[in-house]
């Protein structure tokens, strides 16, 4: 048997979290004294994943699966779960992983546990950490079934190298009519602009900004730090901002090196959804904004002053260290 | 067309988080419980097939007799009819399985339930649930429309939305979206006074596998105090996150 993970690519190309999983994949692998199998759909770097500890890449070349779909792709791990005897599957915590992992669970009679944020506590009885509570808390979960199920969070294991010589197989899963019983129609997406699930930083603006019109400086800022947009409930509620944008408890989790909050007093279902990033910023004019509790750096101050001074400084430092 | 809406018990989105009996257990002391966000956001939707296309409700709940009030209210809001089924829901891999059977008995075309509950966040019951019954599923979904046999289906992704085309019987794991916050309704008097007549079914489980065990849970560890910044010199916040923070 050996630990299979599901590498997610996009266009040909493997999503910041294919190469997490890997690393996770490579690292319970290693605790568990067998190798890591990789399945990638599509995908033109298979073997980068020898960098992340992968010895093997199930290769799946199909015109039928370039557009996502979820039971099709299920379909696939599943066949490829089955052909390495894999006891141990390892996925992302991206929407489409979440929306194939219960699939393959449920055909596989496997426990799943998503939003994993570290290595196994122990392999025997197969424990992990996860969040739960909406990142208010953890929990220590033990999976029971004979094959498993690890979703790991965003930004949670990191990236680690371990150089692993690595064969690339093609495989050829049979799919099925019923596989494409749903079909994708039309897919809206914002080309160019990094994603919050992706995002090294995430900049948020809240109601404190005053209006739609205000978020010129958000943008801009996002921008110079290379980082997504996000925004509290109030301000989606109001629909000054996409809902896509929203972050917090009913909105998007997210797991960034850095966030930024600007005009965002923290409410606590907002905290809880933007808890999981490492270095959090707020800058408000209220003093007393529970926001500051739950930062690592703040500025008291109206945002329409700070924020345009940060963009200068920040754009003269990108140029001193370009 | 015969809708269910699956909802949880949670607790509250402002609670304050607890653990007891050695972090075993989640502590409900204190705790408020409502219908799971996600959840509410799919039974308003079928309130609205309920209205303009006369679909009848139903709503399920694995849980004990604590989850009554939540479930009464769902009723309050306007559903038919209520399921409760007797058993704590400790894992989403039974939770699924349980109200499998309660989709099969009962002959629906459509189930929402919420994509996660807000406590154990496990995201799976949809689903199992949709794969269990070989029903077509569509998973984060932020629109949906109806029409005789066929769905379209709007589900959020990474950065965008996509729009799906499929058929009933479906599964929808939904969420905001599904209807605006807005939309969210407050049961009236006559709601209240109606749901107390209304039937709640209480079933026993049937036999299923648990999965997955919660052995211990622990509470984040407590934040050192904020580093102020003064606004008249932003340059250090730059330095700081540069050289302190290493994040630019």
Redesign the interface.
Known sequence: MSVLVYTESDNGSFKKNALEVASYASEVAKQLGTTATAISINSNENKTLGTYGISKVLNVSNDQLNTFN??AYAHAIIEAAKSEDAKIIIVSS???T??????V???L???????VVAAPDSTSPF?VKR???????????????AIKIVGVSYNSFGLVENNTSVSVEDFNPVLEDADF??????????TG?V????A??VVSGGRGLKGPENWGMVEELAEV?GAATACS?PVS?MGWRP??E?VG???KPVAS??YVAIGISG???HLAGV?AS??K??INTDPEAPF???????????AF??VP??IE??KE?KAQ?A | MKILVCISNVPDTTSKINFTDGDTKFDTNGVQFVINPNDEFGLTRAMWFKEKQGATVHVASVGGITAEPTIRKALAIGADEAIRVNAEPTDGYFVAQQLAEVVKNGGYDLVIAGRESLDYNGGMVPGILATLLDMNFVNTCIELEIDGNNATATREIDGGKEKLATTLPLVIGGQKGLVAESDLRIPNMRGIMMARKKVLNVIEPIDATVATKDVKFDKPAPKGAVKLIDAANVEELVNLLHNEAKVI
């Open positions: 979820a039971k991206s929407s489409d979440k929306f194939l992992a219960p699939i669970s449920a055909k009679g496997a426990g799943y546990v998503s939003n424990t969040t739960a509570f909406s990142n208010k808390g953890f929990a220590h979960t033990q999976i029971n079934t019983s749903t079909k994708s129609v039309e897919i809206d997406k914002v602009k994603t919050i699930a992706d090294d930083i730090l409930k509620d809902h896509s929203h408890q009913t909105g090196n850095l409410a606590i279902q808890s490492k270095t910023v707020v500051f509790k739950a930062a690592d750096y703040g500025i008291v101050g109206d002053e700070v001074k940060l400084k920040l430092f260290n």
